[in-house]
């Protein structure tokens, strides 16, 4: 399946530690952000283009005043239309208005089951109440929650109460998501889970996924798939990293780009139909052919169903997105 995520705001309500589009109250230009027509004509080449799965996300994507119209235009299409939020206001009324334009799910950030440890990290205070509140309300709705949660040294050893804390709210799915240093997160590198303790998470997430029925999925993590048939477990996923082989990242303003936390533009939908750009960009091309990948990476024989996480490889190559993934602890 292929799948998108679409910043379509810069805005946020929050000023995150580890933000990889460096969003904030003030951050970027409403005048440059893609408009409703543009997101329109965007929506349509995607459905065009064999993809499925549209994340609206941000920035905050709840501060998009045209949000449940561009909802609506991927229901419309047969899209699948789900939000990536940190689900810190939101209205009943917006609520009922986005399910009726055929919502399909929310991913909501939440990084602690202690309130001042996610407010810290999100650099709000009052934050986490807020966000579990509207969880609550959002699955009293009726619509699938899927909670992100970001793994850092700071609270890697809260998994188990995180997983507690997300079947007790109703919620469906806990993905847990290890830093990556792109963004505002380059300020926190020394904090990424790193090498063994990297790996030992990764096990940590599978080994609690054949106790829980809840869906645990590591993220950012590719070689999870690895280690999951090392344990014989069978998922539903089909690769680790998905970056520019079933998946893309488009920014507000219109940039293509590899992933979220992978900063190489493989193009612009204001000078090129994002069909073109999916199907003839070099740097597409080329992370579609393993064999250009270096390293251990390139060697390995898993590299079709796992691939390193690029964006790690970038940040640690100094700029390689083909690099080898160097907290790879499996082969």
């Not at 619509?143 to 850092?152: A, D, E, G, S, W």
């Not at 806990?174 to 030992?200: D, M, N």
């Not at 645990?216 to 999951?228: D, E, G, I, N, S």
């Not at 390293?295 to 996480?309: A, T």
């Amino acid at each position: 399946m292929k799948m998108v995520s679409w910043n379509v705001t810069r805005r946020c309500n929050l000023y995150c530690d580890h933000c990889y589009r460096e969003s904030g109250p003030e951050a970027g230009d409403l005048n440059q952000e893609l408009s409703t027509a543009e997101g329109f004509r965007l929506l349509e080449d995607l459905q065009k283009t064999g993809f499925h799965l549209v994340i609206f996300s941000g920035g905050e994507p709840l501060l998009r005043p045209d949000l449940v119209e561009l909802v609506d235009r991927a229901s419309e299409l047969s899209l699948y239309p789900v939000l990536g939020t940190n689900a810190l206001e939101i209205s009943q009324e917006r609520l009922q208005n986005l399910i009726a334009a055929g919502l399909k799910g929310m991913g909501i950030s939440l990084d602690s089951v202690c309130p001042e440890v996610h407010d810290e990290f999100r650099g709000r205070e009052g934050a986490w109440q807020k966000t579990v509140a509207s969880i609550k309300k959002i699955v009293d709705a009726g619509v699938p929650v899927q909670i992100n949660t970001t793994l850092t040294e700071n609270n890697y050893a809260e998994l188990d109460d995180l997983i507690d804390f997300t079947r007790e709210l109703g919620a469906r799915a806990l993905h847990p998501f290890f830093l990556v240093p792109t963004g505002r997160a380059r300020k926190i590198e020394g904090s990424s889970l790193r090498a063994e303790k990297y790996q030992q998470m990764i096990e940590k997430v599978l080994t609690r996924q054949q106790q829980v029925e809840i869906e645990l999925k590591p993220t950012c993590a590719p070689q999870f798939l690895v280690q999951a048939e090392k344990m014989g477990m069978s998922l539903r996923f089909s690769r680790g990293c998905l970056a520019g082989v079933s998946y893309c990242c488009i920014l507000p303003e219109g940039e293509v780009h590899i992933c979220p936390y992978l900063p190489v533009e493989a193009g612009n939908i204001r000078n090129n139909r994002f069909s073109e750009i999916w199907n003839n960009s070099p740097i597409f091309q080329k992370l579609r052919d393993y064999s250009n990948y270096r390293d251990k990476c390139g060697s390995c024989p898993d590299v079709d169903i796992c691939g390193g996480c690029r964006a790690r490889a970038y940040y640690y190559s100094e700029g390689d997105y083909l690099a080898a993934d160097p907290w790879c602890q499996v082969r």
